[in-house]
């Protein structure tokens, strides 16, 4: 109770402190929401499906509404199809440029499992339906209209901009990234340089019918392929070997289901579990939340009992390994001469993919079982969460909602934030619509949607976060 006392006193704090918009920049919402929607259905309606993408149709889109209302921008075709768009509202250039990013291409839809077009747009209840419209077209809509705000309602107000506002609308996310912010870093760099960035990748999330807290990804897990091959002697079915390399390496593999990657908390889940734990609405996951927080090494590995039963929770507290191809065998009756498993290794940032291969080695001790890391992810230093960026987050949260409480956050999945983490920027990444969890599966999934409540809460915490950090 006393925790959650301070944790109410810190939010009342924080609120007393940050200064209010000033009238010039508090927008007209009712309008604001429905040129929101009006974004977003438009753009859920060009098919994005990536492969092929094709999200120059959407780029065109975003170039001649920003140039309509007067906004600089910079559209490219990086292959034929595929675009980019860049658009900037200056600032005085007192502080350096702040960005707000957002992919086009959507992932593809198993029609038959939709009960209402996913390319149509449509508006049934409280929702607004549609492929992308919560990955990541719904951000792409907070993104622009904070953009039509800011120069309706500060600039052409005779406002100022502490910072240049950067958009930056891309493609093929959802694949490579070869033709997205891999391509703009690469030939446009100085028009996207910025000192933070606002990507997705975060979670508003509504635990019991109520908005509980804003996760900001700072940091991320760092992605590698290792295979494992066993190899033996070959020949006919008809003579069982003892050496047999399939039978090797599920001896291999038996070992590896059984061994777990130590613990390790890093500052951002310390400041994750410790935060939450002040307002999580399960008791023993409370006390396992504050025990991993803490630098006591036997409570934290208490907690980490208790969380590990949560397969997310225990994702973020250790190095992942995860079994995820098998590769043996031509015939029935032919005992093949190898046989090879591909793990999927996920690093906590700071962890070396080497380190977690060389104890795996150790574990299987077989010297004709052989480890081989053949794709290394990029581990990038994690984002500042006492950095402006991530206080004017919490400022605007707290201002749409005083009961919401701010946490930095450790994603499990890669983004490209990784990409601009490792090229000098502070990305935060934010999903700004409150979700509840089955609305939060639907991405990627059938009927995916979002709450028409989210998408205005999300775009005044998107329009709010940026006017605070451009003030
Ligand atoms: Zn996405």
């Given amino acids: 109770m006393l925790t959650r006392n301070l944790a109410a006193l810190t939010i009342l704090m924080t609120l007393a402190s940050a200064p209010s918009p000033t009238a010039a920049q508090e927008p007209d919402w009712s309008s604001a929401r429905q040129e929101t929607v009006g974004h977003l259905q438009a753009m859920i309606r060009m098919n994005t499906v990536n492969p092929p993408g094709n999200e120059l149709q959407v780029a065109h889109y975003l170039d001649s509404t920003l140039k309509a209302a007067g906004i600089e921008t910079h559209l490219f075709e990086p292959t034929p199809g595929r675009g980019a768009l860049v658009a900037r509202i200056k600032g005085n250039g007192s502080k350096l440029p702040v960005m707000i990013m957002g992919h086009m291409d959507v992932v593809g839809v198993e029609r038959g499992h939709w009960s209402v077009d996913p390319f149509a747009a449509e508006i049934k ?193 250790r190095n992942g390994i995860s079994a995820t191809i098998l590769q043996s065998g031509i015939r029935s009756n032919v005992i093949p001469t190898d046989a090879t498993a591909t793990l999927n290794i996920r690093t906590l940032p700071g962890q070396s993919i080497d380190g977690v291969v060389k104890r795996l080695e150790r574990l299987v001790s077989d010297s004709l079982v052989e480890f081989k890391i053949t794709s290394r992810g990029t581990d990038a230093p994690a984002s500042d969460f006492g950095s402006p960026m991530f206080a004017a987050i919490r400022e605007s949260a707290s201002a749409l909602d005083p009961s919401l409480t701010t946490v930095p956050y450790l994603s499990t999945g890669a983004t490209d934030s990784a990409r601009l983490r490792a090229w000098g920027m502070q990305a935060f990444g934010l999903l700004p619509f409150p979700l509840n969890q089955d609305d939060e599966e639907r991405m990627h999934g059938n009927d995916e949607r979002i709450p028409l409540a989210s998408l205005e809460f999300g775009t005044k915490l998107v329009y709010g976060a940026v006017a605070r950090v451009a003030r």
Avoid: C
């Fill in 125 to 317: 209840g409280d929702y607004l339906y549609g492929r992308g419209a919560i990955d990541d077209k719904g951000m792409l809509a907070a993104n622009l209209e904070t953009m039509l705000l800011l120069k309706r309602h500060v600039v052409d107000r005779g406002g100022t901009l502490s910072r240049d506002v950067i958009f930056v609308a891309n493609s093929d996310e959802e694949q490579s990234g070869e033709w997205g912010m891999g391509w703009l870093i690469a030939n446009h760099p100085e028009l996207i340089k910025a000192e933070f960035a606002l990507n997705e990748g975060g979670r508003v999330r509504i635990v019991g019918g109520k908005r509980l807290y804003v996760a900001v990804q700072n940091t991320e897990k760092v992605p590698h392929t290792v295979t494992v091959t066993a190899h033996g002697p070959g020949g006919h079915a008809s003579i069982p070997l003892a050496g047999n390399a399939i039978l090797r390496l599920g001896r291999a593999l038996a070992k590896i289901s059984e061994y777990r990657e130590p613990v390790q908390v890093n500052p951002t889940t310390r400041e994750f579990f410790s935060r939450l734990a002040a307002v999580w609405p399960n008791r023993d996951e409370r006390m396992a939340m504050a025990d991993v927080a803490s630098l006591d090494a036997r409570r934290q590995q208490r907690g980490a009992r208790v969380l590990g039963r949560t397969a997310v929770f225990d994702a973020v507290l």
